[in-house]
């Protein structure tokens, strides 16, 4: 790609520099790189950018073209194994950690000399650097830098801020984009929540509308926000729905982006992530911001820190915010939130000052135990699932009959109903058995059902879950009356 002589003989020199350097006095090793690329392609401009252009995974994901220059031994590289993530697979694959390497870069038909560089600092922490190379003779200079330099960083900067098919993640006080949680999300649709019609119908309009009408709050002077919860014991719809929004905004013509925030954790505290998180969702904005465990990630220790990004001096127009929480007891501290979309997984009590006060949330959905309605249109949707399996009964009046007998019921309990059911008839077809229960259902097997081997399982199924209910509500009492006791005297 480039003549001998500014190729192998620059990059032999380049690497005898590096060698003598981390051999003498220690000094900058960015002038240090820096000033031996200048000296050994005297021909080329030199512009360095930093690692997170991702400048490789840019040509990583086809964008451009990346060949590592392995044909002599002047690199530093870890030699890695990856295993696999996937046990159906039997082998991992061979790959390198390149601390110093070159690069014939191809972009655009334009030809680059990149070298990636990664170091300690005086401070410890690692740095990596990316030189980039371009023959002046190819080259238009503005201001003292190179012009196609300039766009190769803008383009590849731009593609590393895009989400495709990712989602941003929070973590470790790092963003970083998840593609295996966006294949997940895109698993779940609308069509799969099984909710009342007009409360879906209704919360679908509330989200699209509100993405949908930015010039419609402007010009009637209302902020572009808006405070939704969504309240209500576990197991009936609350993530699947979020999930299911989650898709719904990435489907549009003009996706919406989603960030989640799993964790607050880090050296530089919660109070750091909160800023960095905030940061970046009004760079992104319009978008979906998603806390996960809102309560337990936003203490009394950043209440206030947390409020100010709300509610502060700085704009969050276009931020949708979803907070999650499984605590069943929740005091919310939230004094002026109308900016955010916050969505409580349990909330068995909220402060009537901020659920009831129409500035700070203007809706609240409740997702309740599904009624008999929705427990038959949850069993109607297993029903069509198995519509096409040969081997499974399933009538259209079995799902009454398991909506009869699953009154109670979360929609998490109908789904292990179901799971450990189709398991258990698997197991028996597999190993010639006849499908038989211990119990009976009191009311009796429902006419025409008495041979259904499906019924006869989900009924023995639905008596084993309410006793572990039971069983479950028994020693929740038994621990509060113990708290209630005090400590046992020795």
Not at 260 to 287: D, M, N, Q
Not at 345 to 367: E, T
């Amino acid at each position: 790609m480039v003549e001998l002589n500014t190729s192998e003989r620059a990059k032999a020199q380049v690497f005898h520099d590096i060698k003598n350097h981390y051999g003498a006095a220690r000094h900058s090793t960015g002038l240090a790189i820096t000033s031996s690329l200048r000296s050994s392609y005297p021909n080329y401009t030199l512009t360095v950018t930093p690692n997170v252009t991702g400048l490789l995974e840019f040509a990583k994901a086809g964008q451009a073209q990346a060949k590592f220059d392995n044909t002599t031994d002047e690199y530093s590289a870890w030699r890695l194994h990856e295993p696999v993530t996937d046990r159906s697979k039997r082998e991992g694959k061979m790959t390198d950690s390149i601390s110093f390497g070159k690069f014939d870069y191809k972009w655009k038909d334009h030809e680059f000399i990149i070298y990636s560089a990664t170091w300690f600092r005086d401070d410890f922490n690692r740095h990596t650097d990316t030189f980039v190379l371009f023959k002046k003779a190819d080259d238009v200079i503005v201001d003292g830098h190179s012009k196609r330099t300039d766009e190769l960083i803008a383009a590849a900067s731009q593609w590393s801020v895009d989400l495709h098919k990712e989602v941003w993640v929070f973590d470790q006080e790092i963003w970083s984009k998840d593609s295996e949680l966006w294949k997940s999300v895109q698993e779940s649709t609308w069509d799969d929540v099984i909710l009342d019609n007009t409360m879906k119908k209704t919360l679908v309009e509330d989200v699209e509308g509100f993405f949908d009408r930015k010039d419609d709050y402007k010009e009637f002077g209302v902020p572009w926000k808006r405070g939704i919860i969504f309240h209500g014991v576990p197991g009936n719809g609350k993530t699947i729905s979020i999930k299911a929004l989650v898709h719904f905004l990435s489907a549009r013509s003009d996706p919406v982006p989603t960030l989640y925030v799993k964790s607050l954790a880090g050296c530089h505290g919660p109070h750091f992530a909160i800023r960095e998180i905030f940061t970046k969702a009004r760079e992104t904005a319009p978008c979906l911001l998603i806390f996960e465990d809102l309560d337990s990630l936003v203490t009394d220790q950043v209440k206030s820190f947390f409020l100010n990004e709300v509610d502060g001096l700085e704009s969050n127009d276009g931020i949708m915010m979803i907070g999650s929480t499984n605590y069943r007891k929740i005091t919310l501290f939230i004094e002026d939130i109308d900016t955010v979309l916050i969505m409580f997984h349990v909330v068995d009590r909220l402060d009537p000052g901020i659920a009831k006060r129409p500035s700070r949330f203007d809706r609240k959905y409740h997702f309740a135990l599904p009624a008999s309605a929705e427990r038959i249109r949850y069993c109607d949707y297993w029903r069509s699932k198995l519509e096409k399996n040969k081997s499974i009964d399933f009538p259209p009046k079995l799902s009454t009959a398991i909506a009869d007998i699953t009154e109670g019921f979360s929609f998490a309990y109908l789904k292990e109903t179901f799971i450990t059911s189709l398991l258990v008839i698997v197991a028996a077809q597999r190993d010639g058995d006849i499908v038989e229960t211990n119990g009976t259902i009191k009311t009796g097997d429902p006419e025409g059902l008495e041979g259904n081997a499906l019924w006869r399982t989900i009924s023995k199924q639905v008596e084993t879950l309410r006793a572990e209910q039971e069983d479950s509500r028994k020693s929740a009492d038994e621990a509060a009356q113990n708290a209630s006791n005090g400590p046992a005297e020795s």
